[in-house]
């Protein structure tokens, strides 16, 4: 039963206007606000000049303070302000504007407003305690005479600790804080494709405003068991060494995981370059980076002619933790709105190690106690809850998915840390970055043995599992080998072929930036090499002929290339004819060379 119903008793209201009001609209306001508040009211006027022929009416009393602290309006100032909204809000709904300023004029009719207001306690460091405010919810955004929006994130028993998402300078102890009753949110639309935009969805590439087709919320529950399907359809990254053993699928979540500076971020960008043409529409989320290095990530998809299928959320190093903080969830529902629409999403969280952090800072500023590492104690569902949201949904949903791809970057190698083990637990696999091979020159420098897929697997095409076979399990008997006879000089004959096929696989997996392979490619590759079809060229020289090799089967088996990329399968025939090419070629090399 409504509260209001229950407590029955007599409450004070107060009229301010600048002229007594006359018997009969005293009763008018009372009876309204009996049937408001379902109480007795006794009403009061106040002089106050300033209201013209309007008036103001305040209504509280301790014990109704939840519900009745507030102002009805119908001062002038009240009553532009609801004109004012209404007017834009018939010119956003139809355009042409001269007739419906008319209409609107000619309907109008005020009606009496209820705003909650509450005052600031404190301010700094991007967070603000303010006191006053009734209902408010946790996420709801609060907006500061400033203009500043902010976000409530604490609810205390006697004040509310609110996030900010702009400037603290221009918000003073004791001013006015409105709640808006609109949880936090991104607008979303196809136009934010080709665009950079901020944590709250403002474009920042000077490209002029964006047309939003609707306002998604940026926290949502993830999708339910009902509303999945399996992960069945390949995302590629283009990348041999990954596409080949651990393979991602559409919805699939799948860590990168290295030291700074290990190659993660380029090969979240090879992805994105990969998608051209295969309708997915690819986000890219940067969480604290340096401003320039997103500029020249943009820079490159633009180059590539990326742009054209994604979008690029920045929170960068320099702006306000809140607004880290909520970048990847902003990120998120934007990949919901397409991925609802039924469409393919990839998107990209660089880096959730840095997004930790922000949420560490806040948290501390918000006094939550300190768990391990001083991470709140929430960290885990703080990723948990925004990674879940990837799905591959069910055909009765459309069919759309969204496959992420967080980033986490390590501290000397160490898997082991807190937030490392967290998000490795949440995700469905991860691709494990070393900087001794990415030193050494084997890059992308992905460590073979700490690499996992747990789902793609059943998403990998038959060509590729087929021409995949058991590199895995080669490359693994080859670092085996490696480190048995790092220090033995004698070796017999079999042991060194085995190496040297072990150094040509980790050769052909050696890869330039921004040259994604398309899949009748890696098919080549895979199957020349475990064959042992280049068992006589030496392995350094391989990362020379792999193009050649490429070029020279593309064109005199253009059919079979087209037919692996349209349909993903490989008939043994077709098989067969791509070996006994490569053989050819590998000869006609051989001979050109002795001549
Ligand atoms: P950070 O920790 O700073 O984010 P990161 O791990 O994201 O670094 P990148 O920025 O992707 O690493 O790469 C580091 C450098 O290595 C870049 O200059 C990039 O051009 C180079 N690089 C990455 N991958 C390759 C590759 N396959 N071939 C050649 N150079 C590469
Ligand atoms: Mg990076």
């Known amino acids: 039963m409504n509260e209001r119903e229950i407590r029955k008793v007599e409450i004070q209201a107060f009229i301010y206007s600048a002229n007594p009001p006359t018997e009969e609209q005293k009763q008018q306001i009372q009876d309204f606000l009996e049937s408001e508040f379902c109480s007795t009211v006794n009403v009061v006027w106040k002089k106050d000049a300033e209201n013209g022929n309007g008036f103001r009416i305040e209504v509280g009393t301790s014990v109704y303070k939840w519900s009745l602290n507030g102002i009805y309006d119908?001062?002038?100032?009240?009553?532009?302000?609801?004109?004012?909204?209404?007017?834009?809000?018939?010119?956003?709904?139809?355009?042409?504007?001269?007739?419906?300023?008319?209409?609107?004029?000619?309907?109008?009719?005020?009606?009496?407003?209820?705003?909650?207001?509450?005052?600031?306690?404190?301010?700094?460091?991007?967070?603000?305690?303010?006191?006053?405010?009734?209902?408010?919810?946790?996420?709801?955004?609060?907006?500061?005479?400033?203009?500043?929006?902010?976000?409530?994130?604490?609810?205390?028993?006697?004040?509310?600790?609110?996030?900010?998402?702009?400037?603290?300078?221009?918000?003073?102890?004791?001013?006015?804080?409105?709640?808006?009753?609109?949880?936090?949110?991104?607008?979303?639309?196809?136009?934010?494709?080709?665009?950079?935009?901020?944590?709250?969805?403002?474009?920042?590439?000077?490209?002029?405003?964006?047309?939003?087709?609707?306002?998604?919320?940026?926290?949502?529950?993830?999708?339910?068991?009902?509303?999945?399907?399996?992960?069945?359809?390949?995302?590629?990254?283009?990348?041999?060494?990954?596409?080949?053993?651990?393979?991602?699928?559409?919805?699939?979540?799948?860590?990168?995981?290295?030291d700074r500076q290990t190659g993660k971020t380029a090969i979240a960008l090879d992805t994105i370059l990969n998608q051209q043409g295969k309708d997915v529409i690819c986000i890219y989320v940067a969480i604290g980076q340096k401003a320039s290095s997103v500029a020249q990530l943009a820079q490159t998809l633009r180059r590539h002619h990326a742009m054209e299928y994604s979008i690029i959320v920045n929170a960068s190093a320099s702006d306000p933790a809140p607004l880290q903080y909520i970048a990847p969830y902003a990120g998120c529902a934007l990949g919901e709105y397409f991925m609802h629409k039924g469409k393919d999403v990839l998107i990209v969280y660089d880096d959730l190690?840095?997004?930790?952090?922000?949420?560490?800072?806040?948290?501390?500023?918000?006094?939550?106690?300190?768990?391990?590492?001083?991470?709140?104690?929430?960290?885990?569902?703080?990723?948990?809850?925004?990674?879940?949201?990837?799905?591959?949904?069910?055909?009765?949903?459309?069919?759309?998915?969204?496959?992420?791809?967080?980033?986490?970057?390590?501290?000397?190698?160490?898997?082991?840390?807190?937030?490392?083990?967290?998000?490795?637990?949440?995700?469905?696999?991860?691709?494990?970055?070393?900087?001794?091979?990415?030193?050494?020159?084997?890059?992308?420098?992905?460590?073979?043995?700490l690499s996992v897929s747990r789902v793609g697997g059943a998403a990998q095409t038959k060509a590729m599992k087929s021409a995949a076979g058991a590199i895995r399990l080669n490359l693994a008997q080859y670092r085996e080998m490696e480190v048995f006879t790092q220090f033995s000089s004698d070796l017999d004959n079999t042991t060194k072929r085995q190496l040297q096929f072990g150094q040509t696989l980790m050769q052909l997996l050696k890869q330039d930036q921004y040259h994604p392979y398309r899949q009748h490619e890696q098919v080549i590759l895979l199957l020349t090499a475990l064959s042992h079809t280049f068992q006589d060229v030496p392995p350094e020289e391989i990362p020379g002929i792999v193009r050649e090799l490429l070029t020279s089967i593309q064109d005199t088996l253009p059919d079979i290339c087209t037919e692996i990329d349209r349909s993903g399968t490989l008939s043994e025939e077709n098989k067969q004819q791509i070996l006994q090419n490569a053989k050819q070629y590998l000869e006609n090399r051989k001979m050109q060379k002795s001549k």
């Not at 609801?82 to 007017?87: A, D, G, N, R």
């Not at 055909?395 to 807190?418: C, H, K, N, R």
């Open 74 to 258: 119908w001062s002038i100032e009240g009553k532009r302000r609801q004109l004012k909204e209404k007017i834009h809000q018939a010119i956003a709904e139809k355009g042409n504007v001269m007739p419906l300023i008319k209409e609107t004029l000619a309907n109008w009719k005020p009606s009496p407003t209820f705003d909650s207001f509450g005052t600031v306690l404190t301010v700094g460091d991007g967070i603000a305690t303010v006191t006053g405010l009734k209902s408010v919810a946790y996420g709801e955004i609060l907006i500061f005479g400033s203009g500043v929006r902010g976000m409530v994130q604490e609810l205390k028993q006697d004040s509310i600790g609110c996030i900010l998402f702009g400037d603290d300078q221009d918000i003073t102890e004791g001013s006015a804080v409105k709640s808006t009753g609109k949880v936090a949110g991104i607008p979303v639309g196809e136009e934010y494709i080709g665009r950079v935009i901020d944590a709250l969805g403002t474009p920042i590439d000077g490209k002029g405003s964006i047309h939003a087709e609707g306002y998604y919320p940026i926290e949502s529950p993830a999708p339910g068991i009902i509303d999945r399907q399996p992960v069945n359809k390949p995302m590629e990254t283009g990348l041999l060494a990954i596409d080949s053993m651990f393979p991602i699928g559409r919805g699939q979540r799948e860590l990168i995981i290295g």
């Open 353 to 449: 190690s840095k997004h930790a952090i922000a949420y560490r800072a806040l948290s501390l500023l918000l006094e939550r106690s300190p768990g391990r590492e001083a991470y709140p104690g929430d960290v885990f569902y703080l990723h948990s809850r925004l990674l879940e949201r990837s799905a591959h949904l069910s055909d009765a949903l459309g069919g759309g998915s969204m496959t992420a791809l967080p980033i986490v970057e390590t501290q000397a190698g160490d898997v082991s840390a807190y937030i490392p083990t967290n998000i490795i637990s949440i995700t469905d696999g991860q691709i494990f970055l070393e900087s001794d091979l990415f030193f050494a020159g084997q890059r992308p420098a992905v460590n073979v043995g």
